[in-house]
Each structure stands twice: as C-alpha cells, then as structure tokens.
C-alpha cells in the first residue's frame, strides 16, 4: 500500500486567511482526491486530482474556494481559501492503488478556523 | 446513484463481546465493498475490502462476506478488545467511467469498547 504524509498535520487560523495542505506519497499514483470530513461526520468527495488534467470537483464545491495543484505523480496540494469557521474540517488526502481497486488515505490536516 | 447505508452508532460492548456492524448498500453495477477504520485522532486505515459476490474479507479478526442477494457486507468479530475502540465506515467504489473513479462512504458507526 502507498505511504501517505500530510502537512500540516492540523492548524487554527483566522476568518477571512487561506491555508495550503500538502500531500505527498511514496509511490507514483495516478489518481488522487481529497475530502473533507466535518466534525462527527462522514466523509464529502470535495474533489479528484488527476495528473496532467485539472481537477474534477463535485457538486458544492468550486476551484474558487478549493484550488488544487498536481504538479506531478507524487504531489498535490488544496488551498482552502476565504476561510470561515464552517470550514473548520479534517482535510483527507487519498490515492487510488493502480493495481487494486482500493484507496488509501492520508492521515489528515484537522483545520479550525475562528 | 450509489449509497451506503450503516448501522447507527455509537455502540458500546463489553471487552470480548461478539461486534456485528450492519452495512447495506445500493449500487448500478458491481461495485467493490471496504470497511475503513478511523481511531480517535487519526486518518482513515483499510481494515478489509472485498471486489466480487461471495468474497471474505479479513483482518485483524475482522471478517466481512460480500453478500450480493442482500446486498450486504457486515462488519464482524468474535471477541473485541478495548483497542478496537473507533469509529468503522463502510464504503463501497464503483468506475463511474471515463477514468472516474468514485468511493462512497456511509456515515460510520463509532465503537466503545469498555473493560
């Protein structure tokens, strides 16, 4: 399985500020995606990160609020940006295995906005 | 489209009680089946998975069967420890096609596990 690392691991940061999250992986993967799991609850498919293409968000979120980077087959970034305390998550980096139909998840970037 | 339906938490057992976590859920094709464990502040692990009818996943004691007729994979294990205190979601991924690739998640059920 991929080897994931997040960073920062968390962070509290003021209204109206922006944040990048790092994820890096061990392997060459394909496809990556990151979620977002709100306090209590389960996790929200924010967008997939696909190298060499732009990233696919879903249905409520937009590249305005999350810009993603996926410069190559190891690296992504999100930007949360124009925070708001409703923004206050755990940001969940993931990859896709190419030779298994399984995902692996990173350990999570939990973010607290005042 | 594609859902996940699982047992509402939180459950408390007594250390070495059976666990049973119901997992259910609606898909167009054949999807392949996860159950992802979450311990208290920490990321998402892969505990099993399984990718076609009838398969068992396991680990760590846990065991799940892919259970097409009903459309099922629950959660299982004989005797629980107190180190198996998190919260378990069961998910399922299905290739939506054109190089997507989608994993939905129930809302996760949260275990105690007390001495």
């Known amino acids: 399985s991929a080897v994931i690392s997040q960073k920062p691991s968390r962070d509290i940061c003021q209204r109206g500020t922006s944040l990048t999250i790092q994820c890096q992986v061990d392997?060459?993967?394909?496809?990556m995606f990151w979620y977002r799991q709100q306090p209590g609850q389960s996790l929200t498919l924010i967008a997939t990160a696909n190298q060499g293409s732009e990233a696919t968000y879903e249905s409520g979120f937009v590249i305005d609020k999350f810009p993603i980077s996926r410069p190559n087959l190891t690296f992504s970034t999100l930007t949360v940006s124009n925070m708001s305390p409703e923004d206050s998550s755990i940001y969940l980096c993931?990859?896709?295995?190419?030779?298994?139909?399984?995902?692996?998840f990173g350990p999570g970037t939990r973010l607290l906005v005042l | 489209g594609n859902s996940v339906t699982q047992m509402e938490g939180p459950v408390t057992l007594s250390e070495e009680a059976f666990l049973t976590i119901n997992c259910t859920y609606t898909?167009?094709?054949?999807?392949?089946l996860f159950w992802y464990v979450q311990y208290p502040g920490e990321g998402l692990q892969l505990l099993l998975k399984?990718?076609?009818?009838?398969d068992k996943g396991s680990n760590k004691g846990f065991e799940a069967t892919y259970r097409k007729e009903t459309t099922s994979f629950h959660l299982e294990k004989g005797s629980v420890q107190v180190s198996d205190s998190a919260v378990y979601f069961c998910?399922?991924?299905?290739?939506?096609?054109?190089?997507?690739?989608?994993?939905?998640f129930g809302k996760g059920t949260k275990l105690s596990v007390i001495p």
């Open positions: 392997s060459q993967v394909t496809m």
């Open positions: 998910a399922l991924s299905e290739n939506s096609g054109a190089g997507s690739y989608q994993l939905t």
């Open positions: 898909a167009t094709g054949y999807p392949s």
């Open positions: 993931s990859v896709k295995d190419t030779r298994q139909e399984t995902q692996y």
């Open positions: 399984a990718t076609k009818a009838d």
